[in-house]
């Protein structure tokens, strides 16, 4: 089994080019997985628990309190602004929330685009290898002759598949990895749909109906 270094000198120039668009490439998911899965995801079904129960009770400042805890989380950014414009109109509020969530979208789909291109890079960098070790094999036979033909003929051949390997190697997972982030944000989109409807018609129902009365 060939060590790593081996594969990237065997492999020829475009074997360093497919790695460096694979550290590229794993920088872009790692951040974006990290920022999907914890810093703009919370526990919605809690979240939106307590935000009613504190709307109802007309604590509004409470509710803000809450969110301003999760400053990152694209849900909590969109009930903000609802809550920031509770004794606005209806009209008012959904015009706030709806507001919030364009200004979310760009977050979550921010450079996520980059990795099936990358990926696809990667893919074609290695044809390209493989393309390179075919004619170079080929020049082998044709033009060298002796002791020199099987080595030359070796090179080729090993540079056509370790850039075909290599390429492989690293379009499959950032595809992957792409899915992964991309089915996510589209989640935390449905929710920022659904929830922020919700914070609407709860604002809206404390309006209509006032503040609560203080306690006896």
Known sequence: M??????????????????????????????RLVYVFVRADLNTRR???????????????????????????ALARVV??????????ETGIREAVEEAVL???????RRTAYLPMLANVATLLGLLGTVQGLILAFGAVA???????????????????????????????????????????TRILTDLDLHGLQAVHWLAARRRQGPPLPPA
């Not at 979240?47 to 400042?61: E, P, R, S, T, Y």
């Not at 200004?103 to 789909?109: A, M, Y």
């Not at 030359?152 to 899915?179: C, K, R």
């Open 2 to 31: 060939s060590t790593f270094a081996e594969a990237m000198q065997q492999g020829g120039v475009f074997m360093w080019v497919i790695l460096a668009v694979a550290v590229v490439a794993m920088a872009i998911a790692a951040e």
């Open 80 to 89: 903000k602004a609802g809550l920031v414009r509770a004794d606005d109109t």
């Open 47 to 73: 979240f939106m628990a307590q935000i009613q129960k504190l709307v109802a009770a007309g604590n509004i400042d409470l509710a803000l309190r809450l969110c301003a805890e999760r400053p990152e989380a």
């Open 143 to 185: 033009r060298a002759g002796g002791e020199a033909r099987p080595a030359l003929l070796a090179e080729g051949i090993s540079i056509a598949m370790y850039t075909t390997f290599a390429g492989l190697s690293v379009a499959i997972p950032v595809l992957l990895l792409h899915a992964l982030v991309a089915n996510r944000g």
């Open 103 to 109: 200004e979310v979208q760009p977050d979550l789909s």
